[in-house]
């Protein structure tokens, strides 16, 4: 698979009878910020001031593709003459006239060509002149065409935190790109016959914002585009009521480890973002495939506005139910897939989470996932496993944390509910051993060689008692004097 180091995604869309196109751009940011448009054919808006909080929409002309940034740190006079010290086009002007902007600047990309026999449309976000700003394109008032895949793109990430030095832009505010800074071929990767290997760089780019590594194409009628500067952090992680993730949109952890989505048409699931096999860590509906109740609708996840449940919609119809809570009408709720791979519906007046993934395990267990009997939802947390990878009915081993008698556990697996193997009572010799070395100065035995002397004696002994209290489900039988 060819590996494309320009750091953007572009996506082509179709559409009929494209004339205008509405651009609305909302600046988040907790500073004012000046946009900058530069494009053919040249139209009457080219720059602008956009205070904070505020929000301005212009139309394009027909065949109009072109570039929108972020200026900041600007000064300009009553007559409108002046600079910016980051973004700058040039032009000695509020507007730009045509010029485009001095990187690092993170761009928005649009493009038109109505005289394709499809009205073709493209957007992107584009890292290839470095980055400035937090940057969210998506479509609104679109309809579908083809595959109708749509999804909003860009980075919501401050990447100029973990720009690199040598990447930084003198005074801090930006953060070249390494294509656009050394101008070497193993950082533009501008051969089309070379597959360019992947470099730290790259790397970075890609974890800190993971929508602006993907060169897929895809295809849909388009209306207007909303360009968000300084979007949350959390604007590819979250459903908020009244929005939701349609079949071809994805949720993204924010560290970019996790996606939760639509797959084989018929089940939603979340599963490690760099699994080239995409293999599931969790099936919200494995032993019932969504049945779409009519041709060319969007199944879709959103909240349910009278009880704040998360809900699967096929073209506004409800056909299934994904969690049971009761938040009341119009409820103060986010639905959030968290870098733990957990996902959850959390009331955001309280912050108490009303469901969680994690309480419902399917057949994989998650670092922070618990099984056994929880006193909270009074639910039995088991793995269950699935006929295959790919059929998600039940299969015939289940995992879960069974009690031995009035005083141990253990884990068992039964097959089809008989025991077949179980862990067996702890080992409790080896305890009161080494609660024999700690109380008489020996706890070093207990060190594992390959450590060395990397790390801090007393915290290693603290760090062992309380690991030894841990273990003692009886408080007799926790000793907290040594």
Request: net charge negative; proline share 5%.
């Amino acid at each position: 698979m060819k590996h494309k180091q320009s750091f953007l995604f572009f996506f082509f869309l179709f559409s009929y009878g494209v004339s205008e196109t509405t651009i609305t751009v909302i600046n988040d940011c907790g500073f004012t910020v000046w946009p900058g448009i530069s494009g053919s054919p040249v139209f009457d808006i080219s720059g602008f001031e956009l205070t904070e909080g505020n929000s301005h929409s212009f139309q394009t002309p027909p065949n109009w593709s072109g570039r929108l940034w972020g200026r900041t740190g600007c000064t300009f006079n009553g007559s409108g003459h002046g600079s910016c010290k980051i973004g700058d086009c040039g032009s000695g002007e509020m507007e730009c006239n045509g010029r485009s902007a001095t990187p690092p600047v993170t761009v928005a990309e649009f493009g038109t060509n109505e005289r394709s026999i499809f009205n073709e449309t493209s957007f992107d976000v584009s890292l290839m002149d470095g980055y400035n700003l937090q940057m969210t394109v998506e479509v609104t008032d679109g309809s579908t065409y083809l595959s109708g895949d749509c999804p909003k793109r860009g980075c919501a990430y401050d990447l100029n935190k973990r720009c690199p030095v040598e990447l930084m832009l003198k005074g801090g505010g930006g953060c070249h790109s390494p294509c656009q800074l050394f101008g070497t071929p193993e950082y533009c990767c501008n051969n089309s016959l070379v597959v360019c290997e992947p470099t730290s760089y790259s790397r970075l780019f890609s974890s800190a914002c993971p929508r602006t590594d993907d060169s897929s194409s895809s295809y849909c009628g388009v209306a207007n585009y909303t360009v968000k500067f300084c979007p949350l952090e959390d604007a590819f992680s979250t459903i908020k009521v009244g929005k939701q993730l349609n079949d071809y949109d994805q949720l993204l952890s924010i560290s970019g480890k996790f996606t939760l989505g639509f797959f084989n048409e018929n089940y939603l699931g979340i599963w490690y973002t760099g699994d080239a096999e995409a293999r599931k860590v969790w099936v919200a509906n494995p032993n019932k495939s969504i049945i779409p109740t009519s041709d060319g609708e969007t199944i879709a996840l959103s909240i349910d506005q009278n009880t704040g449940n998360l809900i699967i919609t096929d073209g506004g119809t409800t056909v299934m139910k994904i969690s049971d809570v009761q938040a009341g009408p119009n409820p103060n709720v986010t639905a959030k897939l968290e870098d733990t791979g957990n996902f959850r519906l959390i009331n955001e007046i309280d912050k108490r989470v009303l469901w969680q993934s994690f309480d419902h395990p399917t057949n994989v267990l998650l670092q922070g996932m618990k099984l056994g009997y929880d006193t909270r939802t009074r639910q039995n947390k088991i793995l269950t496993s699935w006929v295959t990878d790919d059929i998600f009915d039940t299969g015939a081993f289940t995992l879960s944390w069974e009690p031995i008698d009035e005083t141990y556990q253990s884990l068992m697996i039964r097959r089809r509910g008989q025991p077949y193997w179980t862990s067996g009572f702890p080992d409790i010799e080896a305890f009161e051993y080494a609660w024999e070395l700690l109380q008489h100065g020996n706890a070093l035995e207990l060190e594992d060689p390959t450590l060395g002397s990397t790390y801090d004696v007393q915290q290693f002994l603290r760090t062992s008692h309380v690991a030894l209290l841990c273990v003692q489900e009886r408080a007799l039988d926790r000793r907290l004097h040594i």
